[in-house]
């Protein structure tokens, strides 16, 4: 249970600083990598939803075997922004330099998924009868 807390929580600080400041680069965002954003309401609710899921990785940090069915949810917030990413990248419509930021999450995707695995309830049934024979 301690992977699967460290892992939500080690994900949730690395979110919030990394979503956060999207906020305050809008206008840096446009210069950086033209056309300016024309629809502020569809990337401030990215930027949002982005961010309710980092109070959503704290949540399952605290009690993850409570929450573990949300963890599945969690697998698939990590893949839903890389995939359109990848694929964006291979009809060259993004730069390299826009892709790589999104190749973060996949890795978090899978510990995510390791730590759904370890805390099954089978799992940590057998640990515990396995270290109460030592």
């Known amino acids: 249970m301690r992977f699967a807390k460290s892992t939500y929580l080690i994900a949730a600080i690395y979110g919030f600083l990394v979503v956060t400041p999207l906020y305050f680069l809008f206008d840096r965002i446009g210069h950086d990598a033209p056309p300016p954003i024309t629809h502020p309401e569809f990337y401030c609710g990215f930027v949002g939803v982005a961010l309710l899921f980092q109070v959503l990785f704290l949540v399952i940090a605290s009690d993850p075997i409570r929450y573990r069915p949300i963890m599945l949810v969690t697998v698939l ?47 940590l049934s057998a640990q515990a009868r396995g270290s109460s024979s030592r």
């Open 77 to 123: 917030e990590k893949v839903i922004y890389t995939g359109p990413c990848i694929l964006l990248y291979l009809q060259g419509r993004i730069a390299k330099n826009s892709l790589a930021p999104s190749l973060v999450d996949p890795m978090f995707g899978l510990l995510f998924v390791i730590a759904y695995v370890k805390t099954n309830p089978a799992v």
